[in-house]
């Protein structure tokens, strides 16, 4: 063995017995990777904490073609208890959907994938998106699949990919007198490409095109327009497609679609169970209009909101605590750069909002993550890291606060990172701090610059401290979520590239790593029994623990749905508690908008912040 050799060794084998000393472990925890078996291994995308205390991994297609074309669609119910993976049959792609935790305790998911996008370059057929025009009053209509377009100037025709319903149109009265004023067309729109390939069918202007096989007062009536018909890129095409999980039959169960397909949606839960649906590319692949909508679990159907707001995908957006929703500023991308970028406090409604000043690198918000800080009730957020917009190799060290109870809030700058951090996680723990990890300085984890630290940040403190590293890097498709246990565990990671040169191509990170925090290597922990399964918002429950006198907090979190650095459940609730003998009473807060229906796990805490294992409680 030669020296540079000998001399790696030598440090890697100091490294391990430096991170397994007893000592390092309570100061700083510690990293465990989990493999599964060839045959349950997949590129989870999303994930969530199910009240059965088990993982749903959802990968769909996994951000892979092939498997898209194979209809291969993954899922796999992992069991952190036993370590043991379920297959789950996967309906259709649920690749980049949205979802977030119902009242009943199943999983709302939304959205997916139509169509993979298609680079500049492998695009052989002229398309785009073809606006059709209904001016019939009396009727709407429906165009089928494989409908063709005519141009009137440039005589080119195209046909469109899907069918498409176009409402009637709409008489606009003048609001004073009642008397009539004009016409306003029902609109539809719709994915359309040349029927053969090269760039002699591109068009480089706006044209009218007629709708071949109309007759009547439908050809009269029914028209297109459309703007350049190129063979530019094309971006992943949405679906409409949603469904609730049951945790307890393990299935995907369907409900009614969308009004619009969604691709890289948030799902936010509102105050009285509904879900609010936003962003997202439509099935053309376009950013939805600002067209918002809700599902009732009880109806299971969606309405529109009023009026338009729209946000980049997977905006980062939570329910407040006056009913209003807080938007952090944080996406994924996709949209324009000067639209639905800034924070604010949205009023869903009046639709108003009201934009929230102070905001550090505000133009370096791509990629970002947005944390409620524990307790829920202190109603602050911490923002971490971010990017530029698209693949940009600029990326945030900061960290921003903003305190929503202020009378005029504004961000504020908290501990910097060590390093600019695009994708990084945070998943707040029982004793009220916050694990920091994962993320890439560069796009995509581009140029080897994937992130091998975690820290713990500390709310009261506005501290932030280094603990044990992780041995894998997370970047793009990543996430995090507590377990029951009190543990972390780690998914995904989908690197651009396989070496720091940028020479060969990435692969898919199928491992998860458990990071077991600090509090779980002290002598003994605190232990919560009994009690009842259900307790209603402003009552009380009571508890058995042989160290109840020892006890000094309670700890009520909504469990994790986590994907592309989005994760708008997660919360912790501080509860009132009391002590005696070995019962502990804890008493639920009454606010609806800070405790939303559904499952939650109780935590509680001694002097040293040590947690005890959860409990799970249901709140109707």
């Not at 990172?417 to 990084?424: A, F, S, V």
């Not at 498709?477 to 377990?483: I, K, M, Q, V």
Request: aromatic share 8%.
């Amino acid at each position: 063995m030669n020296g540079p050799a000998l001399f790696r060794f030598a440090s890697e084998e100091y490294h391990d017995y430096k991170i397994n000393r007893p000592e390092y472990k309570a100061d700083n925890g510690h990293w465990d990777v989990l493999e599964f078996s060839e045959k349950d291994r997949l590129n989870t995308i999303h994930a969530a904490l199910l009240r059965t205390g088990k993982v749903l991994l959802v990968a769909g297609s996994g951000n892979n073609q092939k498997n898209f074309d194979a209809k291969k669609f993954d899922t796999r119910l992992w069991d952190p208890a036993t370590n043991t993976v379920k297959n789950i049959p996967t309906p259709t792609d649920l690749f980049c959907t949205g979802h977030t935790q119902l009242g009943n305790g199943n999983l709302l998911i939304a959205g997916g994938t139509k169509r993979y996008e298609k680079l500049q370059g492998d695009v052989t057929k002229a398309g785009g998106l073809m606006i059709v025009h209904n001016e019939d009053p009396d009727k709407p209509i429906t165009l089928p699949a494989g409908t063709r377009f005519s141009g009137r100037k440039n005589g080119k025709t195209f046909v469109s990919k899907d069918p498409v319903v176009v409402e009637r149109a709409k008489k606009v009265f003048d609001p004073v007198t009642g008397a009539f004023e004009r016409t306003e067309p029902g609109l539809g729109r719709i994915y359309v490409e040349a029927q053969r390939s090269g760039t002699q069918y591109e068009t480089g202007t706006q044209d009218n095109y007629r709708v071949q096989g109309l007759t009547g007062s439908d050809a009269r009536n029914v028209y297109g327009i459309a703007q350049k018909l190129a063979l530019d890129k094309k971006d992943f095409q949405g679906i409409r497609d949603a469904y609730e999980f049951d945790p307890v039959a393990e299935k995907y169960i369907k409900v009614d679609p969308m009004k619009e397909a969604r691709w890289y949606p948030t799902l936010t839960t509102l105050s009285d169970g509904k879900v609010l649906s936003m962003s997202g590319l439509d099935e053309i692949g376009q950013l939805v209009p600002g067209k918002n909508e809700v599902y009732d679990p009880k109806t299971k159907k969606w309405t529109y909101t009023e009026g338009i707001r729209q946000f980049p995908t997977y905006p980062a957006v939570f329910l407040m605590q006056n009913g209003k929703l807080f938007y952090s500023g944080s996406n994924a991308g996709y949209g324009p750069d000067d639209v639905g970028r800034d924070p604010g406090v949205w009023d869903l409604d009046t639709n108003k909002f009201d934009k929230l000043p102070g905001l550090s690198d505000a133009d370096l918000m791509e990629t970002s993550g947005t944390v409620l800080l524990p307790p829920a009730q202190d109603e602050k957020y911490m923002v971490v890291g971010g990017g530029g917009v698209g693949e940009s190799k600029e990326s945030s060290a900061k960290t921003r606060l903003i305190d929503l109870k202020d009378d005029a809030p504004r961000f504020t700058d908290g501990p910097e990172l060590d390093k600019g951090t695009r994708y990084p996680q945070a998943s707040v723990l029982p004793d009220d701090t916050v694990l920091l990890s994962g993320g890439s300085e560069d796009y995509r984890g581009r140029g080897g610059s994937d992130i091998l630290q975690a820290h713990l940040y500390d709310p009261k403190s506005n501290s932030l401290d280094r603990v044990a590293d992780p041995a894998i890097g997370r970047n793009y498709h990543s996430g995090s979520l507590l377990l029951p246990d009190g543990r972390v565990m780690f998914f995904g990671s989908d690197s651009l590239y396989g070496d720091s040169a940028n020479t060969k191509p990435g692969t898919f990170e199928q491992r998860i790593e458990i990071y077991t925090p600090p509090y779980l290597y002290r002598d003994s922990r605190p232990t919560l029994s009994g009690g009842p399964k259900t307790v209603a918002r402003g009552a009380s429950a009571t508890f058995t623990s042989p160290t109840a006198s020892e006890l000094k907090n309670a700890r009520l979190i909504r469990p994790s749905a986590s994907t592309h650095v989005t994760d708008v459940d997660q919360r912790s609730i501080a509860l009132d508690m009391k002590a005696s003998g070995d019962d502990v009473t804890v008493t639920i807060p009454k606010n609806r908008n800070l405790v939303q229906s559904g499952w939650y796990m109780l935590f509680v805490t001694d002097e040293k912040g040590t947690p005890s294992k959860a409990q799970w409680v249901k709140v109707p």
